[in-house]
């Protein structure tokens, strides 16, 4: 059985590392629509351009609604 990922959460140890990880994977909305970034390291499998942003804070996100309780 394979399962599709659609979002994935991450924690970090740091502020820091957090900030300097979205600094890094920051793109534009075109790269995004078109998936034309053009560094393929920072795309997954050098294929799709990722779309990561900070989430809400954990007692806000709506778990159910993601599927996963």
């Known amino acids: 059985m394979t399962y599709n990922v659609s979002r994935v959460f991450i924690t970090f ?3 820091k590392q957090k900030d300097n990880c979205l600094q890094q994977l920051k793109v534009s909305t075109l790269d ?10 920072r795309k997954f499998d050098n ?11 954990p ?11």
């Open 13 to 15: 140890e740091t502020q």
């Open 32 to 41: 995004l629509m078109f998936n034309t970034y053009h560094d393929d390291q």
């Open 47 to 57: 294929l799709v351009v990722l779309n990561v942003q900070q989430p809400g804070e």
């Open 59 to 69: 007692n806000v996100i709506l778990w159910r609604n993601l599927k996963v309780i």
